[in-house]
Structures are given as C-alpha cells and as structure tokens.
C-alpha cells in the first residue's frame, strides 16, 4: 500500500475511550434516567452510523430507554439495525422511536427526553470539574475528576515519530477541538490547524468525506489512507474515494476501540476496508519499511 499521507482517528486510535467517553454515555443515562445500557450497547450505536459526536450517541441511546419505558420491548441491536436502516444518526433514531410508538407514548418520551441535562452530565463526568469550568464557561452540574484522565495511550514510543518521518500526517476526529488538543498533547503528536479537523471544523462529521478530501487537498496527496477505530472511519474514506476520484484513497480499520477480534475485522472488512491492524503502531508495517 503506497500512501503520501496518513491521516489518524484519535479515539480507540491513539488513546483508549473505553473508560472515558464510552463510560460517560452509559453513566450520563443512568444519572439522568435511573436506569444503565450494557457497554456492548455503544457500540451497536456505533456500528450504525452517523454517531461520529458522542453527545448525539448519548440522546439516541436516552430515547432507546425512554422508548422502552413506553413499551417498546425489542432489544437495544433491533433499534440500532432500525436506526442503520433509516440512514444512521440522531435523527434517524427520532424517527425509529416515533414509528414504533403510538402518538401519545411518544409525546411522552419527547417530554422526559431531555439532550442539553444529558449533554451537561457528559460533560462534567467526563471532563471533571476544572476542565468543565475552563472549556464549558459554567458551573459544572455536580463536582467530579473527571474521566478523561483516564484515557490509555495505545501508541507505542517512536511509532508516530516514525510515521511523520515518512508520510504528511493529519488528523480527523470527532471531538472538540480543545478536547483534541488534550489527548494530541498525552500522545505526543504535534499537528498544525490546516492538517486535522475537529468537530469544531466541519457540522457533517464523519461518515461526510468533506473533511478527509479537504486534508488530502491541503497535502498534495495523490494517495491517503485514513486510519479509524469505527464502521464509519472507514464509510469515510470509502465515500472520499467516491468523492475524489483522481486519489487514492485507503480506510484501515484499527481493532483497538469497539471492534475487536475476528468479529471487527469481518464487521470492517464489510463495509470496504483495504487493510485492518490490530493497532495503530503497525500502521509503518503496512505501507512499508520506514
């Protein structure tokens, strides 16, 4: 595999979310609604598409419960195939729980659902209370560590060191931009503006190849492979190729977030990935000697 440029996910890339982002959406629930999801649940929100922002995950997983308080009885992995079925993401969960209750338990469940109380637990639980006062502008909800102190780095010493020796590197991310800064600076992997792009940087996200082709573009890259830890990383570059035909581009899949094992690499290889790696430090490996 012959690439210019390398471009990276951060999370379940670079650093473990398992205990971070992953518990925040299942504790954010629980605080709010009195009631857990299994783990295993996030990621079959993941798997469908259009959950690239954490918060909207977090809504959509809220309306699953308040939906089953209503009396819908199918499993968390029928709404979330619902949700796939309809075109992935938020509003395609609003409107799998609409179809699925009557008028008026829906009414219901749009009247406990509530995404701004949910967003401000996410947020004071994950970035604890300092940080919640320093990024948010406001008093946290209630006072924590927070749990982005507990974020592993999965790269090894000099692999991207020896990555950048080689090939222009980027990044393409779901989180915030300050919230990227932090896990960029635990790395180690100092990247200018114009090469990553944050949520604050484009309203699609990912699976929308617009950020993926506009890196490309800024590179001069004839040839880009994306590198991600989710179904839609690799959506990402296969709808960039669609986009962009004059380049190459790669989707790796990366079995160091949700997807695992055997399982993952089927579930990546499904949706078009050229390449899965059990981690990002062997990304040198597969595009060459470096």
């Known amino acids: 595999m012959q690439v210019d440029a390398v471009v990276l996910d951060i999370d379940g890339v670079l650093v473990d979310v398992a205990d971070s982002y992953r518990r925040a959406i299942v504790e954010s629930i629980e605080r709010v609604y009195d009631e857990t999801l299994p783990s295993a649940a996030i990621q079959a929100f993941k798997d469908a598409g259009g959950f690239n922002n954490d918060w909207e995950l977090t809504y959509a997983a809220a ?14 992995e029928t709404f979330t195939a619902a949700i796939a079925d309809a075109g992935g993401g938020l509003d395609a969960a609003e409107r799998v729980a609409e179809a699925e209750l009557d008028p008026d338990a829906y009414d219901r469940v749009r009247e406990a659902w509530d995404p701004p109380r949910l967003r401000a637990v996410f947020q004071a639980l994950y970035l604890g209370s300092d940080l919640y006062r320093e990024l948010e502008g406001s008093e946290p909800p209630f006072e924590s ?3 982005i102190h507990d974020e592993p780095v999965l790269v090894t010493d000099g692999a991207l060191e020896a990555l950048a020796a080689e090939y222009d590197l980027g990044v393409l ?3 915030p931009a300050a919230e990227a800064d932090i896990a960029l600076e635990r790395v180690g992997l100092a990247v200018p503006a114009e090469h990553r792009f944050t949520m604050d940087d484009w309203a699609e996200g990912k699976p929308h190849p617009h950020a993926l082709v506009t890196l490309a ?24 190729a669609a986009e962009d035909p004059d380049r190459e581009y790669y989707g790796i899949g990366v079995l160091t977030g949700g997807l695992r094992g055997s399982d993952g690499r089927e579930k990546f290889v499904a949706v078009g990935a050229d390449a899965v790696v059990e981690t990002v430090n062997d990304l040198s490996a597969l595009f060459g000697d470096v």
Do not use: I, P, Q
Request: glycine share 14%; hydrophobic share 45%; proline share 0%.
């Open 63 to 76: 309306l699953f419960v308040l939906a089953g308080r209503e009396g819908y009885d199918a499993a968390v």
């Open 145 to 147: 560590t927070g749990y």
């Open 173 to 175: 991310t779901g989180r």
């Open 217 to 240: 573009e800024r590179f001069g890259a004839d040839s880009v492979a994306f590198a991600g830890d989710t179904l839609d990383d690799v959506r990402t570059a296969v709808r960039a």
